[in-house]
């Protein structure tokens, strides 16, 4: 089955710098790839995905980026601001959702 | 906005007991699913459910089991409780499958 790592685990940056977090999936039929963040107290919300004809995608300051050749996808979050601080998580899919170990993201103000 | 409900935030149950986890989505999705998170493992998956009456097997089945008898419902059953089945536990919904799964808030259950 698929596997997805994500690195790494924890991550601190300066409000205003720019953070980037790391997935490689191993199943070469995966063909979505979400983006979760997920809060205190809350589930995990969609923030971003990209699809597998896709190299890269934007939306405001959160973009993705995929290189299907070396099964590897990103998640950039530029001008970091003290909300973004929150749990994210990548997924690959090929019938199911398959989910990283999460990247616990802190802003220091 | 597509909503996932689940019954409870917070469950403490004995070992042994028969735990019930319920999970309500209002969008008409066919398809959904629990999760198990802990720290260090991210999501793992349970069970799922494409349809009505109809569930597979996720990653980590052992020691749970589902039902789904209505579209928009979808049960989470520990047999008998243990304590390494402390844990969030997260429902979710999808519809077609290039769109992103909706999530339910989550249930803490704590097995004592």
Known sequence: GENVEQHPSTLSVQ?????????????????????????LGKGPQLI??????????KDQRIAVTLNKTAK???????????EDSAVYFCAAYYEK????????LTIIP | DVK?????RYLVKRTGEKVFLEC?????HENMFWYRQDPGLGLRLIYFSYDVKMKEKGDIPEGYSVSREKKERFSLILESA???????YLCASGGPRY???TFGSGTRLTVV
């Open chain 1, 15 to 39: 409000e205003g710098d720019s953070a980037v977090i790391k997935c490689t999936y191993s199943d070469s039929a995966s063909n979505y790839f979400p983006w979760y963040k997920q809060e």
């Open chain 2, 82 to 88: 243990s304590t390494n089945q402390t844990s969030m």
């Open chain 2, 99 to 101: 769109y992103g799964y």
């Open chain 1, 97 to 104: 959702l398959t989910f990283g170990t999460g990247t616990r």
């Open chain 2, 24 to 28: 309500v989505q209002d969008m008409d």
């Open chain 1, 72 to 82: 590897h996808f990103s998640l950039h979050i530029t001008e970091t601001q003290p």
């Open chain 1, 48 to 57: 971003i995905d990209i699809r597998s004809n896709v190299g890269e995608k």
């Open chain 2, 4 to 8: 996932v409900t689940q019954s409870s």
